[in-house]
C-alpha cells in the first residue's frame, strides 16, 4: 500500500530541493530520516518533515508498520515565482526571481519475504561469521590434500616417463626419408662450381687488350713529343745564320 504526503508552495529553489531528494530515493524509512537529519542543506528539513508525515499517514491511516515502509518515490515539482525588482545605476531596474517547489513523498510497504527483524539479521550475522572461521579453517587443512597430491603426481612421472621412451623409436623411422631428399641439391651445386671458371675468363682476355692500348697512347706521346722538340729547333736556327752573315 502507497502513503503520500505533499507539501506546496516551499521558499525553496526546486534545483536546491532535487539535491536532497536523490539522496533518498529507494532507503529504507529509518535510513531516510537519518540522512536528512545529518545532512548540512537547507532543504533537508522541510524534506525530513514531508518524509515523517508519510510515514505517520502509514502507520495511523493504513495500520503499517514503520519497519516494512521504504521512500518508494519522491519528487520535486516547480512552484510559482514570486517576481521583484531592484533599482540599479541609470535608473534601471533588474528583476529578481524567488523561487517555489511542491515536494513530493511516496512510501511503500516492501514484500514480507524481503522483510527481516533485527534478531533475523543479528543470527545472520552470526552464521556469516561462524562460516567464515570454518572457511579459514578448511583452508589450512587443504595443504595435507595438497601433498596427497603431489605424491600422486610424483609416483606417476616414472611411468610416463617410460611410455615416452617406448614411443620415441616409433617416431626416428620417418627421419631415414631424408637423404633421398638431399640428392638433388648436391646435383645443383655442381652446375654452379662449373659456372664460376666461365665467368673468370673474360677477365683474363681483357687484360692483354688494355696494355695494348696503353702502349700505343704512350708511343703516341713520344712521337708527339719528339715533333714538338724538332720544330722548336728549327725556329732557333734562323738567327744564327743572320750573324754569320754580318
Not at 537519518?34 to 542543506?41: A, V
Not at 532543504?43 to 508498520?65: D, H, I, P, T
Not at 626416428?172 to 673468370?200: D, G, L, N, Q, T
Request: aromatic share 2%; hydrophobic share 35%; proline share 7%.
Amino acid at each position: 500500500m502507497e502513503t503520500k504526503a505533499v507539501a506546496k508552495y516551499i521558499r525553496i529553489s526546486p534545483r536546491k530541493a532535487r539535491l536532497v531528494v536523490d539522496m533518498i530515493r529507494g532507503k529504507d524509512l529509518d535510513q531516510a530520516t537519518q540522512i536528512l537529519d545529518f545532512s548540512d542543506r537547507a532543504a533537508a528539513r522541510v524534506v525530513s518533515k514531508v518524509v515523517r508525515s508519510a510515514a505517520a499517514n502509514a502507520e495511523n491511516n493504513q495500520g503499517l508498520s514503520p519497519e516494512t515502509l521504504f521512500v518508494s518515490k519522491v519528487f520535486v515539482d516547480e512552484g510559482p515565482t514570486l517576481k521583484r525588482f531592484r533599482p540599479r545605476a541609470m535608473g534601471r531596474a533588474t528583476r529578481i526571481n524567488k523561487r517555489t517547489c511542491h515536494i513530493t513523498v511516496i512510501l511503500d510497504e516492501r514484500e514480507p519475504e524481503k522483510v527481516a527483524p533485527k534478531k533475523r539479521r543479528l543470527r545472520k550475522a552470526a552464521t556469516a561469521a561462524r562460516g567464515a572461521v570454518t572457511r579459514g579453517k578448511g583452508e589450512k587443512e587443504e595443504p595435507e590434500e595438497v601433498e596427497e597430491v603431489e605424491e600422486a603426481t610424483t609416483a606417476q612421472k616414472p611411468a610416463a616417463k617410460k611410455a615416452a621412451a617406448a614411443k620415441k623409436p616409433a617416431a626416428k623411422k620417418p627421419a631415414a626419408k631424408k637423404p633421398a631428399v638431399k640428392k638433388p641439391a648436391a646435383k645443383k651445386a655442381a652446375p654452379a662450381r662449373e659456372s664460376k671458371p666461365e665467368a673468370e675468363e673474360p677477365e683474363e682476355l681483357e687484360e692483354p687488350e688494355e696494355l695494348e692500348e696503353l702502349e700505343k697512347i704512350e708511343e703516341d706521346a713520344d712521337f708527339d713529343e719528339a715533333a714538338d722538340t724538332e720544330g722548336e729547333a728549327e725556329t732557333a736556327t734562323p738567327p744564327a745564320k743572320e750573324k754569320s752573315e754580318d
